[in-house]
């Protein structure tokens, strides 16, 4: 009965290389995010998708393609992984029209680049 | 732009009353978020606030004055439990919105 799921929930590779991380909700939202919890915690947004369609794309490296088949998944792309790239990435849903729209995080995803 | 300020860091004894603030800058406020977040784990949801004046929850409570820039965030009856990281998140703009969140403060609960 998991609400919002990531995989995978580790991830250690080496400088250069491409990875991706899945995001799922079962919330019925129809829109996801995807955060950045660098090594002070700081959490930073980094894309938004509503519908399927992109809503916010802050400033991040065209390293990071985001991609979203369909409401209920958004998915992260990295190439060319750097050292920096190291952090905890968060995938979070809502629903754009309902009240105060309260995220709500899945696990994490915990990126450890060498 | 934004910019929101929490304290890094809080220590408070089990069954005392601690009170986290945060205070804020920001374009196209449109409301104000606590979440809680346990060590290695996600961001949990615990209160919000677009209107002044205080939200009471169990034993949190979060207060909000928009003309200030300022919320804060009680815990009362601290538990052992409370001990993680309480992030303060403004939302901004209109049609779709983001959160932006403080950096976050790290509260230890001791016995």
């Known amino acids: 009965d998991t609400a919002v799921s990531q995989t995978p929930k580790y991830l250690v590779t080496q400088m250069g290389n491409d990875k991706s991380i899945k995001c799922e909700q079962n919330?019925?939202?129809?829109?996801m995010y995807w955060y950045k919890q660098d090594s002070k915690k700081f959490l930073k947004i980094m894309f938004s998708?509503?519908?399927?369609?992109?809503?916010i794309n802050e400033t991040v490296p065209n390293r990071f393609s985001p991609k979203s088949p369909d409401k209920a998944h958004l998915n992260l792309h990295i190439n060319s992984l750097e050292l920096g790239d190291s952090a905890v990435y968060f995938c979070?849903?809502?629903?754009?029209?309902?009240?105060?729209?309260?995220?709500?995080f899945g696990p994490g995803t915990r990126l450890l680049v060498l | 732009g934004q910019n929101i300020d929490q304290p890094t860091e809080m220590t408070a004894t089990e069954g005392a009353i601690v009170q986290i603030n945060c205070t804020y800058q920001?374009?196209?406020?449109?409301?104000l978020f606590w979440y809680q977040q346990h060590a290695g784990e996600a961001p949990t949801f615990l209160s919000y606030?677009?209107?002044?004046g205080l939200e009471e929850k169990g034993r949190f409570s979060s207060f909000l004055s928009r003309s200030k820039g300022y919320s804060y965030l009680l815990l009362k009856e601290l538990q052992m439990k409370d001990s993680a990281s309480y992030l303060c998140?403004?939302?901004?703009?209109?049609?779709?919105?983001?959160?932006?969140f403080g950096t976050g403060t790290r509260l230890l609960v001791s016995p």
């Open positions: 979070a849903s809502s629903q754009a029209s309902r009240g105060k729209q309260t995220q709500y």
């Open positions: 919330l019925g939202h129809d829109t």
């Open positions: 998708y509503n519908n399927k369609e992109l809503i």
């Open positions: 920001t374009s196209g406020f449109n409301g």
């Open positions: 606030n677009v209107l002044d």
């Open positions: 998140a403004v939302r901004e703009g209109t049609g779709f919105q983001k959160l932006v």
